[in-house]
């Protein structure tokens, strides 16, 4: 299978001397294809955490799931929400001939409900790690409002907290489309 280059960027920084009040910060950019557009969706559900955040949707009569894009038609895909946590992303594609027989959730619905019921990093943490195996495979950074900051690798085989950081513990994480972690690192798609 040949899969098109991608070249996401992520980053995220916590502490004294990394952010004005050391509070944390995330950044990020997504290569998506021309046709795709990002636009500024505010969600309030009727129960759970508001949250604003990006919204795809695709120009062309493909929809977004045929183009393997993870998001839920009317939901974010990067975003805060109303207690102050905050998420980006970059997709990481998994070796597929490596075979993984258990069920995955899919990485839609777990960022849906962090948004609308995480308050905190460790909340975000606790929600991925009980979902078990997710599908797509993504870097994943939080942040919240105590300056907690944490990288994420998530996917088919596991999820490894590749970097923690907090106002107390300060630091500065760049993630791109690709497993970082030993853990996981054996999993990615290499082309030949």
Do not use: W
């Not at 046709?35 to 493909?62: C, N, Q, Y």
């Not at 777990?110 to 078990?132: N, P």
């Not at 907090?166 to 990615?188: D, I, K, R, T, W």
């Amino acid at each position: 299978m040949t899969r098109k280059s991608m070249g996401c960027f992520l980053i995220g920084v916590s502490g004294p001397g990394f952010s004005a009040n050391g509070e944390a910060l995330l950044g990020s950019v997504s290569d998506d294809p021309y046709d795709i557009r990002t636009f500024l969706r505010a969600v309030s559900p009727e129960s759970g955490l508001a949250h604003i955040g990006t919204e795809l949707m695709s120009t062309t009569e493909h929809s977004l799931t045929e183009r393997g894009y993870f998001a839920n038609p009317g939901e974010t895909t990067r975003g805060i929400n109303q207690a102050g946590l905050a998420f980006t992303c970059a997709m990481v594609f998994e070796d597929e001939t490596a075979k993984r027989n258990r069920e995955s959730t899919p990485f839609a619905d777990i960022t849906e409900k962090l948004m609308r019921s995480c308050e905190t990093v460790a909340d975000a943490i606790g929600l991925f790690q009980s979902s078990g195996v997710i599908s797509p495979a993504f870097s994943v950074l939080l942040a919240d409002t105590a300056g907690d900051l944490v990288h994420l690798e998530v996917g088919r085989f596991g999820i490894n907290v590749n970097h923690h950081y907090s106002h107390g513990n300060p630091g500065m994480v760049f993630a791109v489309n690709c497993y970082l972690s030993q853990e996981l690192l054996s999993y990615m798609f290499r082309p030949v």
